[in-house]
């Protein structure tokens, strides 16, 4: 079991089986960027983990006040793509660099 996963019940696809519906078997598309600098590699997580989040906050907006379990299990991916993010912004900061890391767009 995950280390975020507080509450064993409502967390992954047991979240969605709770409310009468089943996981999907489908995965999404397969990205490869087939690039092996560091930067380039981190760089990609870090957006990986912004898109995450943004839909984590999208599917508790659509949970608030419909349902208490999937409310929960989103705060705690909100909070654990929060702490993802937060260690990926880390990476980019040079030795002794307190301020935060500022993406470039």
Known sequence: MPAW?????????????????YPSLAIGPLLDTHRTEIGAIVRGALETERK????????????????VILEEYTRQMVYAEGLHTGEVHKMFRKPGEVSAFRPSH
């Open 5 to 21: 996963c507080v509450t064993p019940p409502i967390c992954g696809p047991a979240a969605g089986t709770l409310l009468g519906e």
């Open 52 to 67: 995450a989040l943004a839909r984590y906050r999208e599917l508790l907006k659509c949970a608030e006040g419909r349902s």
